[in-house]
């Protein structure tokens, strides 16, 4: 395996939980955010993981993402909407808009998480015509409760063997590419 970087911001473990998992299955260094190195050159692979506020990561990880540059990213993040929701999605191109120079994104993973008892309390409190209090919210503040459980893990086990082939790939093929252009001089 590559020498990867596992990266993340967690307040309900939620995404601890899955940064957990991809960096045991790479053999990764893992870091909280708020500890993690300045220089990412040692590293092959950076993942950066982080739950999402207001449609985009949360604010460490927000002020962290333009200090990666030159990397092999993966994004991945934890969030109480459906996995591969318009919200979901759109956030993953919301942080790769903040990644300094010269970074390249290899994959994204997402997996659902439960919410903050803190923020459900809220959130009934709120007028109950916004959408974020409606009653396909609180389903999917039910849906999401139980999450991320061993499917969630298991399959952050299997992207990161999919990134891993990925890459395989992607070496083979710069590889032809240079022995072509090297046939080409010769």
Same mark, same amino acid.
């Not at 692979?45 to 604010?59: I, T």
């Given at each position: ?6 990266? &993340?911001? =967690?307040? $309900? ?5 899955? +940064?957990?998992?991809?960096?045991? $299955? ?6 909280? *955010?708020?500890? +993690? ?5 040692? &590293?092959?692979? *950076? ?30 993040? $934890?969030?109480? +909407? ?6 979901? *999605? ?17 994959? $994204? ?16 409190? =709120?007028?109950?015509? !916004? ?8 389903e999917r503040w039910v849906r999401a409760a139980d999450h991320p459980n061993e499917e969630d893990?298991? +399959?952050?086990?299997?992207? *990161? ?6 890459? !395989? ?5 710069r590889r032809a590419q240079e022995a072509k252009a090297h046939a080409k001089l010769s």
């Amino acid at each position: 395996m590559r020498k990867w970087a596992v990266i &993340y911001s =967690s307040t $309900t473990g939620n995404t601890k939980a899955i +940064a957990e998992e991809i960096a045991g $299955t790479a053999g990764a260094d893992l870091f909280r *955010v708020q500890d +993690a190195p300045a220089d990412l050159s040692a &590293y092959e692979v *950076v993942a950066l993981g982080y739950w999402l506020r207001r449609g985009g990561p949360d604010d460490l990880m927000k002020a962290y993402l333009p200090k990666v540059r030159n990397a092999c990213v993966i994004l991945f993040q $934890t969030h109480g +909407a459906d996995v591969g929701s318009e919200h979901a *999605v759109t956030s993953f191109a919301r942080a790769a808009y903040l990644l300094g120079a010269n970074c390249e994104i290899l994959g $994204t993973f997402s997996a659902q998480g439960k919410l903050a008892p803190a923020l459900i309390a809220r959130r009934k409190k =709120s007028d109950p015509d !916004d959408t974020h209090n409606s009653p396909e919210a609180q389903e999917r503040w039910v849906r999401a409760a139980d999450h991320p459980n061993e499917e969630d893990r298991a +399959a952050a086990r299997e992207f *990161v063997h999919k990134m891993e082939h990925k890459l !395989d790939l992607l070496e083979k093929f710069r590889r032809a590419q240079e022995a072509k252009a090297h046939a080409k001089l010769s």
